[in-house]
Nanobody, 124 residues
Framework: VQLVESGGGLVAAGGSLSLSCAVS????????IGWFHQAPGKEREGIAT????????FYANAVKGLFTISGDYAKNTVTLRMDNLMADDTAVYYC??????????????????WGQGTQVTVSS
């Protein structure tokens, strides 16, 4: 299994970014894909999950209405659209794959495979 994130960068507060996770080695219906972020000195936190099997989505309360997760079966990619970014969204963002069904979806310990991460910096 291989996951590769892209799309990070520098954005002004209030702006938007879309992160992409290219997934390979995962069979449909066997894994869920999650997005996490980790700010300096803080623990890795779950943001959103997407089920390959049925397209179900689940979000952390802090990002509901601001972030959108979606999957493209044809391209084997999972995208995280982030709107109205604030300075405290600055972090390294990771995508991960975990064997479905996940018990919770936003706990990092449920995921077996991780990408290398992409940096998102929001300037205030």
């Amino acid at each position: 299994v291989q996951l590769v994130e892209s799309g990070g960068g520098l954005v002004a507060a209030g702006g938007s970014l879309s992160l992409s996770c290219a997934v390979s080695g995962v069979s449909f219906g066997t894994h869920d894909i999650g997005w996490f972020h980790q700010a300096p000195g803080k623990e890795r936190e779950g943001i959103a999950t997407w089920s390959y099997a049925d397209g179900n989505k689940f979000y952390a309360n802090a990002v509901k209405g601001l972030f959108t997760i979606s999957g493209d079966y044809a391209k084997n990619t999972v995208t995280l659209r982030m709107d109205n970014l604030m300075a405290d969204d600055t972090a390294v963002y990771y995508c991960a794959a975990g064997v479905a069904p996940l018990a919770h979806g936003l706990r990092s310990r449920e995921y077996q495979f991780w990408g290398q991460g992409t940096q998102v910096t929001v300037s205030s």
